[in-house]
């Protein structure tokens, strides 16, 4: 079985740090990003149907345009804020102003129009939707749900706002809407991977796994190619018991990922709960090079080289283990049995610390807690 927060806090930083990194108007929807998800085809072709517009506006929004096109974003800012002049009630321009905040990371700016235009256009949902990212990048998790919740009631069959809600609410832990919301975006649109390996995501969370492994392979061959797909996959079948399979699936995302030290512990682990000893220490010992502070992966390290027989290898992992995570027994169970293998009179110190920290456990009414030792 799998550990039960490695996953979820692993995915969660993903999906943090990837929003600072692709650019809002990225063609491909880029893995764990709510602020890559601007993708507007429509957005640079706004009607302007009952709005006048100069010959002179039309020059500048065919610059501003073309300035975000190239990528140059305070260019294009500038372009816009000129263009703004010209007509302040100009719903394209407004729309494709904040737009190019967002682009150069001016959130306050993008804030500040955004809220001003919902007043102005309150019915219109993409000028919601641009305020509930804007809200997302500045932090601000809540109104950023609100306001796409917004946007959605306005316009219930947009892909977009729907997916970008969802992740909005998985970056608030709120797995069951996001799931909600998720299959909502798939009707929209079946052939979307990234939707349904999140789709998988809030259902694994939420304590549907076998539907996870549905969506996760759904997402697979959609695109054999999406980051962390296979990830996903494994640890949905390790987290139903399924250890083979959820090796033959991280193996796939090593020979992708060779250096996430993430996949490495998952690995040794699904290899650690199979007897694997020998293969399982090669994996988490490279895990612990690349992690040094992911405590788990010298616990099962020095676990595996204590089963097959090297005892005095396995100390030092253990050791480390108890550094990292004070309050975890297991360790010192482990601990205390290699140490009385090698006849140590410290391992009575280590069999009462462990003995004391097992007992500390809250009760949970006979359900299995933590791991087995």
């Not at 149907?49 to 501003?64: D, H, I």
């Not at 500038?78 to 904040?98: D, G, H, S």
């Not at 700016?109 to 809220?115: K, Q």
Request: glycine letters at 6%; hydrophobic letters at 40%.
């Amino acid at each position: 079985m799998q550990p039960a927060t490695s996953a979820s806090s692993f995915f969660d930083r993903q999906l943090c740090t990837r929003g600072a990194e692709v650019r809002l108007r990225r063609p491909i929807r880029s893995c764990f990003l709510l602020s890559a998800l601007l993708v507007f085809p429509s957005l640079l072709a706004v009607s302007a149907a009952g709005q006048t517009t100069s010959p002179q506006l039309q020059v500048l929004l065919q610059k501003g345009h073309a300035a975000l096109d190239a990528g140059d974003f305070p260019r294009a800012v500038a372009t816009f804020e000129q263009a703004r002049q010209f007509a302040p009630q100009n719903l394209e321009v407004e729309k494709n102003l904040i737009l190019s905040y967002l682009e150069v990371g001016q959130i306050s700016a993008a804030i500040t129009a955004s809220r001003a235009d919902v007043q102005r256009w309150p019915q219109d949902a993409r000028i919601r939707h641009l305020l509930g990212l804007a809200y997302f990048k500045s932090g601000q998790n809540a109104p950023a749900i609100e306001e796409l919740q917004h946007a959605a009631k306005i316009d219930g069959r947009s892909f977009d706002i729907h997916f970008d809600l969802a992740l909005a609410l998985l970056n608030a832990n709120q797995y069951a809407p996001a799931a909600d919301e998720l299959e909502k975006a798939i009707k929209l649109d079946t052939s979307n991977a990234l939707a349904h390996l999140l789709l998988g995501r809030a259902y694994q969370n939420s304590n549907r796994t076998v539907q996870a492994v549905e969506q996760f392979r759904t997402a697979l061959r959609l695109n054999p190619n999406l980051p962390l797909g296979y990830y996903h996959l494994g640890y949905a079948y390790g987290s139903l018991g399924q250890n083979q399979e959820a090796i033959a699936e991280y193996q796939k995302e090593i020979a992708r990922s060779p250096d996430n030290p993430e996949v490495l512990y998952q690995l040794g682990h699904c290899l650690v709960e199979t007897g694997d000893w020998k293969n399982a220490a090669i994996h988490l010992r490279r895990a612990t090079q690349l992690n040094p502070a992911n405590g788990d992966s010298f616990y099962d390290l020095g676990k595996a080289l204590l089963a097959q027989g090297d005892v005095q290898a396995a100390i030092s992992p253990l050791r480390r283990a108890i550094e990292l995570n004070p309050t975890d027994p297991s360790p010192h169970y482990q601990l205390a049995r290699a140490l009385q293998k090698l006849g140590d009179a410290s391992a009575a110190e280590e069999w009462r610390r462990f003995a004391e920290l097992k007992k500390s456990q809250p009760q949970t009414g006979g359900m299995a807690t933590g791991r087995v030792h």
